[in-house]
C-alpha cells in the first residue's frame, strides 16, 4: 500500500522554525517528484515547493521564498520542509504529494497524497 507520512508539525511562536517530514513508502520514491502543499481553513489549497526526483532543482511559492527549503533524501524516502522565520500565515494543514515523472505538477490529485500535518504559528 502507498504511504506518505507527515510528521513535524505543531504549535510554534512567530520567528520560529520548524522541519517537516514526509516518509514514503509502497512506490519507487526516487522515481517521483515531490512537493509540499498547504491549505489553511477559507483557503485554497497552495502549492508551497516541489523539487524534482534527483533534488537538484526546486521551486518555492513566493509567500515562501527565502524562508522555506526542500530537500530530499532519497535513500531515506523522504522529503523534508525547513521552516524559517514563520508567520501567522503560514498556519495551515501541510500535506506532501508524489507524481510520476509524466504527470504534470499541476495535476496532483493524479499522485499520491499524505494526511498532512497541522502547523500552527501563533503567540
Not at 481553513?41 to 532543482?57: D, F, N, Q, T, Y
Request: charged letters at 15%.
Amino acid at each position: 500500500q502507498v504511504q506518505l507520512v507527515e510528521s513535524g508539525g505543531g504549535l510554534v511562536q512567530p520567528g520560529g522554525s520548524l522541519r517537516l517530514s514526509c516518509a514514503a513508502s509502497g512506490f519507487t520514491f526516487s522515481n517521483y517528484r515531490m512537493s509540499w502543499y498547504r491549505q489553511a481553513p477559507g483557503k485554497e489549497r497552495e502549492l508551497v515547493a516541489h523539487i524534482i526526483s534527483a533534488g537538484g532543482s526546486t521551486n518555492y511559492a513566493d509567500s515562501v521564498k527565502g524562508r522555506f527549503t526542500i530537500s530530499r533524501d532519497n535513500a531515506k524516502n523522504t522529503v523534508y520542509l525547513q521552516m524559517n522565520s514563520l508567520k501567522p500565515e503560514d498556519t495551515a494543514v501541510y500535506y506532501c504529494n508524489a507524481l510520476r515523472p509524466w504527470v504534470a505538477v499541476q495535476e496532483p490529485d493524479r499522485g499520491y497524497w499524505g494526511q498532512g500535518t497541522q502547523v500552527t504559528v501563533s503567540s
